[in-house]
Structures are given as structure tokens and as C-alpha cells.
């Protein structure tokens, strides 16, 4: 068995992690310098100001643009493992991007990808990020690189942004659903870090990455209610009433349509699954919906 020690030697560097300054790449990271040394470890960040914290803890900061093949091959140089954090795009524009980090890891001679995916990935998905998931993956399948795609459970912050208006309204007045294994993102980093310094490979596709229970919003009106002391509400409206009073208060109609086909994805099942997983990487269980919306409450 080859120790993590070996994996540093004539400047080879263990990992690399992009999107470092961004809220699950730091946290990888963070979770990364508790597991390895940090001289084990260089991330690769578009403004370098940015990184400065971790450059503080020995962390090796390279400059990288998902925009730019061959200066990001540069900044994956002698890299083990990289671990490229999915672009904040969407459409094309994140398949492109994604494309290129591909492309540059190979250049560089990376052994192997680990990607940040989404546990309901599938081609054709009324989730736009589901489906670009997916088309990175294929990718990634094709490109004749060692790879590790990390099906994450949908963070459950995501969720909070998407009802939190309605929570403190005392109404959540929604879309049919159908159960989703919201999970939180400070254990998909701390599960990410233990995937990327596990003593074996995770070869393709990891099973879905989640808390350990699927809800619906109806349950989630009533863990808010138990939660708050007050009574939340849980009222289902059709899809066009919902997605006009999103672009009433000013939401663009673009994003309105992308937060819309959460909840027609999910009434499909595409977000119910739930996994083992996770729980076993972190050696204990995930943080539940109920911990998440009272630490967001309080």
C-alpha cells in the first residue's frame, strides 16, 4: 500500500483543489489540512489575494483560470489528484469551462479528476445543473483520465435560499414536490476531503452522497414549525403561479425557471435517493434538515 507521505516527492504535490476561495472549496481544504500536511496540498484560485488565509497555514496558492487551458495546466503542474469544484455557469458556459479543466489536467499529467457532481445528474433533467452534471461526466468518462465523479446530495443551504421568505412568513407556498436528501455542505467538504486521502481509489461514479433521509417541503413546514414555536404553513401552487410571483418580486426570469425545475426533478424522484455513504466517511451521521434550519434560525 502506498502512504500519503509518498505521494510528495521531486515537487509532486498530493492534491490540488480549484475553487478554493469559494465556500465548498475552502472548506475541502480546511477539512484537507486536519487529514494531510499542508505542503501536501496547493490550490488554484483566480485572484490569489483571495487565498491569503491559506497560504498563512502553508497551503502552495497557484494562480489558474478554468478560461485559460495552459495557464491552468500550469497551475495543476506535479499534481497527484485534482479536485476541480464545479464552475458557478451554467448551460454551455459550465460545460465549457469544465471542458477545459479537463483538458488541462491531462496536459499537466494528473493522475486523476475528482469532480464535484450532484446526485440527480441525468441527461434531459428539468434541472439545468442536473443535466450540465451529467454532460460533465460524460466528459470526464471519454477523456481517458483516471476520474472520481462525487454525486453530492442537494445542499441543503440551497434549499434554505429558495424558502427562506416563505419560512418567515409563516406560509411556504411551493410547487409539488417529492422527498429531497437535502444535505449540508460543511459535511459534503469533510466527505470530499476523506474521498481525496482515502488509501484507495474511488473509481467513477460515487453513490449518492446524502444525509440520511429524504423530505418533502410539507415536512419541512413542520420541522420550521417545531423549529420557530409558530406555525408554518405548507400550501402547493401550480408552477406558473409560483414562478410569476418569483419574477413579480424580481427574480429573472432565467433563474426563476432554473429554481423551478427543482421541484419538477424532484417530483420525478431525482433527488430522493439516500445513501450510506456519506455517514461512513464522515464516521458519523449528517447533519439532519431539523440541525440545519435551527443553526439557520438561531
Known amino acids: 500500500m502506498i502512504t500519503l507521505s509518498c505521494f510528495h516527492w521531486k515537487g509532486l504535490v498530493m492534491i490540488i483543489v480549484t475553487g478554493a476561495t469559494g465556500q465548498l472549496g475552502r472548506a475541502v481544504v480546511r477539512n484537507l489540512l486536519h487529514r494531510v500536511s499542508a ?81 440527480g445528474a441525468r441527461a434531459g433533467s428539468p434541472f439545468l445543473p442536473a443535466d450540465q452534471h451529467a454532460g460533465t461526466e460524460a466528459e470526464l468518462a471519454q477523456s481517458d483520465l483516471a476520474y472520481t465523479s462525487l454525486r453530492h446530495g442537494f445542499y441543503a443551504e440551497s434549499c434554505l435560499q429558495m424558502i427562506g421568505d416563505d419560512l418567515a412568513s409563516g406560509e411556504l407556498r411551493v410547487p409539488e414536490d417529492g422527498p429531497t436528501s437535502w444535505t449540508a455542505r460543511a459535511d459534503l467538504a469533510e466527505g470530499d476531503a476523506a474521498i481525496l486521502v482515502a488509501d484507495r481509489d474511488w473509481n467513477g461514479i460515487t453513490p449518492p452522497l446524502t444525509g440520511t433521509t429524504a423530505i418533502t417541503m410539507a415536512e419541512i413546514a413542520v420541522i420550521a414549525s417545531n423549529v420557530t414555536g409558530r406555525e408554518v404553513r405548507h400550501t402547493i401552487i401550480s408552477d406558473d403561479e409560483w414562478r410569476n410571483a418569483r419574477i413579480a418580486a424580481g427574480m429573472p426570469s432565467f433563474y426563476a425557471d432554473i429554481l423551478l425545475g427543482v421541484f419538477r426533478a424532484a417530483r420525478r424522484g431525482d433527488f430522493a435517493a439516500t445513501d450510506p455513504t456519506l455517514e461512513t466517511l464522515l464516521g458519523r451521521p449528517p447533519r439532519t434538515m431539523r440541525e440545519v434550519l435551527s443553526t439557520a434560525i438561531a
Open 39 to 119: 505542503d501536501q496540498i496547493a490550490v488554484s484560485v483566480r485572484d490569489a489575494s483571495k487565498a491569503s488565509d491559506l497560504a498563512a497555514q502553508g497551503v502552495e496558492v497557484r494562480v489558474g483560470d478554468f478560461t485559460d487551458v495552459d495557464g491552468l495546466a500550469r497551475a495543476f503542474a506535479n499534481a497527484d489528484q485534482v479536485l476541480i469544484v464545479s464552475a458557478d455557469k451554467l448551460g454551455e458556459d459550465a460545460l465549457r469551462l469544465h471542458r477545459s479543466a479537463i483538458h488541462a489536467a491531462r496536459s499537466a499529467g494528473v493522475r486523476r479528476i475528482l469532480y464535484t457532481s450532484h446526485m
